[in-house]
């Protein structure tokens, strides 16, 4: 049974970091690309970064760029989220999801994955 499972979420105060951790199980990460999203409360659910299979490119979304990076280690099977100057508007459920995109591809649309983990709640709070 495929299963992601997210973790490294909690509460941080504003200028902060967290890194976030994607840990797969019955499947090796080597063949998919992985996406991570969040959701904050009234909010619909918004892509943050991909990462693609070799790991080669990655896509964040504006409000995020130049604070957090995504990378991915296929030896450990995990792809973690490294997320610095952490701002109130950051605080949400944050997912990670994988699919099979092409190897150079990566896309922050959420209907393109079929596999998706259970969530770890980040706030980001004085």
């Known amino acids: 049974q495929l299963q992601l499972v997210e973790s490294g979420g909690g509460l941080v105060q504003p200028g902060g970091s967290l890194r976030l951790s994607c840990a797969a199980s019955?499947?090796?990460?080597?063949?998919?690309?992985i996406g991570w999203f969040r959701q904050a409360p009234g909010k619909e659910r918004e892509g943050v970064s991909c990462?693609?299979?070799?790991?080669?490119?990655?896509i964040y979304a504006d409000s995020v760029k130049g604070r957090f990076t995504i990378s991915r280690d296929n030896v450990k099977n995990t792809v973690y989220l490294q997320m610095n100057s952490l701002k109130p508007e950051d605080t949400a459920v944050y997912y990670c999801?994988?699919?099979?995109?092409?190897?150079?591809?990566?896309?922050?649309?959420?209907?393109?994955?079929?596999?998706w983990g259970q969530g770890t709640q980040v706030t980001v709070s004085s």
């Open positions: 019955g499947f090796t990460l080597d063949y998919y690309a």
């Open positions: 999801a994988a699919e099979e995109f092409h190897p150079a591809v990566c896309v922050m649309m959420i209907h393109d994955y079929d596999y």
């Open positions: 990462i693609t299979i070799s790991g080669n490119s990655t």
